[in-house]
């Protein structure tokens, strides 16, 4: 039992700050864009998480020879970690849809000279989708651990009822039921 309440309080704590950082994020997005990036095997495959104008975006790259290539003759740095980038144009805006997948080739010059460097697939999730897909769960976690009162106790006040053969609460003075709990009256 108490295992199960402490699963459900680290649940519903974790939903809270979950929602927390998610709706602080909704905003901040519009004019920055936190990004993590994740390269691996020497460039060939990376994995983008970014916040951009209202919406997450997961993406994964694969590169070929040649992209990989085209990325040393750039010079670019492939640093895995966080960044903060200026935000681009919201792709969900376009699709007027919650939910995108995606999938695009990178290319390398221009004209006859123009070949695939690699491809690049993803997912583009408005913030409000994960937001109430977590805060559902969480209000309801919250409400399940409302306050409860054990038996024994007045379920206006809370004062024990112990050994109280008046018929009242002495505190507010509810009526008692026989088995020792305060009858609510109230509707």
């Known amino acids: 039992m108490r295992r199960r309440l402490w699963t459900r309080w680290v649940m519903k704590w974790a939903g809270t700050v979950l929602c927390v950082l998610l709706g602080g994020l909704w905003p901040i ?14 460039g060939k495959y990376a994995i983008y998480v970014r916040s951009n104008r209202g919406e997450i975006l997961v993406v994964y790259h694969t ?51 123009r070949s695939v460097i ?43 009822l112990t050994g109280n053969v008046s018929g009242r609460c002495p505190e507010c003075a509810q009526p008692i039921c026989a088995d020792g709990e305060a009858r609510n009256t109230n509707g």
């Open 29 to 42: 997005s519009e004019w920055y864009s936190p990004a993590y990036a994740q390269y691996f095997g020497n």
């Open 118 to 160: 690699g491809y690049s697939r993803g997912l583009a999730v408005s913030i409000w989708v994960p937001f109430v897909a977590i805060a559902i769960p969480t209000a309801l976690l919250w409400w399940l651990d409302r306050r409860r009162l054990s038996p024994g106790h007045c379920q206006k006040c809370g004062y024990n």
């Open 63 to 113: 590169r070929n020879e040649v992209g990989i290539s085209a990325l040393v003759q750039q010079r670019m740095q492939l640093e895995s970690g966080w960044r903060i980038e200026r935000p681009g144009p919201g792709l969900l805006k376009l699709t007027r849809w919650p939910l995108h997948w995606f999938g695009l080739e990178m290319h390398s010059g221009r004209g006859a000279r």
